[in-house]
């Protein structure tokens, strides 16, 4: 159980043109999905907290318009990285809330992202 | 503002061994989780562990264990019996009770199994 998919798990853009990345809890609801990004042999950097329904939270220093999030059902989360650009070259990463009350996050697989 | 310290940055263990990672806290809460994730080359994070700050008794899942030291505000994992499969990267992480909290990361331990 606690399974949290992403889609899609590496992609390659060009500069200027917009991705999005799914994340999906497969088997639980989640109240509360997060997103990550992580650069190499880095830990985690927190960029936002989405919750279904209602706008995400990001954190200081992440450009919401350039980051979008919508949470739009208990299962699904996305994050569109607007006008990509190489620095946005990095390893995306969200993790689920389980709804049933574990208070445990669990994690997607990750998506890396290129920007030529 | 919580923050976590993981102090040592690599380790490595022969396999069969046991080995212990250290985590150390600092928060004004007196109700949170602490967790350890692994995450292996495939940079897929994978639970291995939680605490409930609540709880006297330390956590055990299998070949893994804490010692939670709530006044010391520290959080080891020992990993007994090391195998080759534990190789990878071991983050502490700190969440406060309830609502949408997020987890708070140390910067992670490199762990290497040697054969």
């Known amino acids: 159980g606690a399974v949290v998919s992403q889609h899609p798990s590496w992609v390659i853009c060009k500069s200027g043109t917009s991705v999005k990345i799914e994340c999906r809890s497969l088997d639980f609801q989640a109240t509360t999905m997060f997103w990550y990004r992580q650069f190499p042999k880095q830990s985690l950097m927190l960029m936002a907290t989405?919750?279904?329904?209602?706008?995400?939270?990001?954190e200081q220093g992440v450009e919401k318009d350039k980051f979008l999030i919508n949470h739009a059902s208990l299962t699904l989360s996305t994050l569109t990285v607007t006008s990509a650009h190489p620095e946005d070259s990095s390893f995306y990463i969200c993790?689920?809330?389980?709804?049933?009350?574990?208070?445990?996050?669990?994690f997607g697989p990750g998506t890396r992202l290129t920007v030529l | 503002a919580q923050t976590v310290t993981q102090s040592q940055p690599e380790m490595s263990v022969q396999e069969a061994e046991t080995v212990t990672l250290s985590c150390t806290y600092d928060?004004?809460?007196?109700?949170?989780?602490l967790f350890w994730y692994k995450q292996p080359p495939s940079r897929q994070m994978i639970l291995v562990i939680r605490?409930?700050?609540?709880?006297?008794q330390n956590a055990t899942e299998n070949r893994f264990s804490v010692n939670f030291q709530k006044a010391a505000k520290s959080f080891s994992l020992k990993i007994s019996d090391s195998q080759l499969g534990d190789t990878a990267m071991y983050f502490c992480a700190f969440m406060k009770w309830g609502g949408s909290e997020k987890l708070v990361f140390g910067k992670g331990t490199k762990l290497t199994v040697n054969p």
């Open positions: 928060t004004s809460e007196s109700n949170y989780y």
């Open positions: 989405s919750n279904e329904g209602s706008k995400a939270t990001y």
């Open positions: 605490q409930e700050a609540y709880k006297q």
């Open positions: 993790s689920a809330r389980d709804r049933g009350g574990s208070d445990t996050q669990y």
